[in-house]
T-cell receptor, first 114, second 114 residues
């Protein structure tokens, strides 16, 4: 089974500072990878997804970007954080691209922009 | 447009009672319906899933009921326990899609009182 590593677990950043969140996957090859954001007490908002190296699709226009430099590495970035970027960021993996196996989620990064 | 509609938003149940969460969908291409359980500060974890060729799937105290004609499915938690207190998300996917995207409901916050 696959394992997702996300770091850091908690982050407090000032408005206007850059951001880099990293997600790495073990136990599978050529997975689909996803970045979700969860506001406090809210649902899961899909931000980006990737079906392969260098292939990134964005779901919502925003202050964030994503990159996939390696098969099992997914990075979420921002050049200048906004207060509205605060939230719980989750990386998810779908092995082999088939939803029939279900997503595996990472443990998340709690980002607070101050 | 919300692809999967989930209700209720919050649910309070006495210990030993039955918790019921309902979801509905419109896209007839959906053929995979998982439920995720999320504890505070953690990523969602796959709890149980069903495919439309069966009307019910049971795993321990958790049961999914599926009504294909009504395009509805529900999660029943029998003999609810305080340890079941969490947020539950239903989801749906088209297994034929290479994007492998899961469409999530907005979540139900379940509280089980001892």
């Amino acid at each position: 089974s696959q394992t997702i590593h996300q770091w850091p677990a908690t982050l407090v950043q000032p408005v206007g500072s850059p951001l880099s969140l990293e997600c790495t996957v073990e136990g599978t090859s050529n997975p689909n990878l996803y970045w979700y954001r969860q506001a406090a007490g809210r649902g899961l908002q899909l931000l980006f997804y990737s079906v392969g190296i260098g292939q990134i699709s964005s779901e919502v226009p925003q202050n964030l970007s994503a990159s996939r430099p390696q098969d099992r590495q997914f990075i979420l970035s921002s050049k200048k954080l906004l207060l509205s970027d605060s939230g719980f960021y989750l990386c998810a993996c779908l092995p082999g691209g088939s939803p029939g196996y279900g997503y595996t989620f990472g443990s998340g990064t709690r980002l607070t922009v101050v | 447009q919300q692809q999967v509609k989930q209700s209720p938003q919050s649910l309070i149940v006495q210990k030993g009672g039955i918790s019921i969460i309902n979801c509905a969908y419109e896209n007839t291409a959906f053929d995979y319906f998982p439920w995720y359980q999320q504890f505070p500060g953690k990523g969602p974890a796959l709890l149980i899933a069903i495919r439309p060729d069966v009307s019910e799937k049971k795993e321990g105290r958790f049961t999914i009921s599926f009504n294909k004609s009504a395009k509805q499915f529900s999660l029943h938690i029998m003999d609810s326990q305080p340890g079941d207190s969490a947020t539950y998300f239903c989801a749906a996917a088209d297994r034929g899609s290479t994007l492998g995207r899961l469409y999530f409901g907005r979540g139900t916050q379940l509280t089980v009182w001892p």
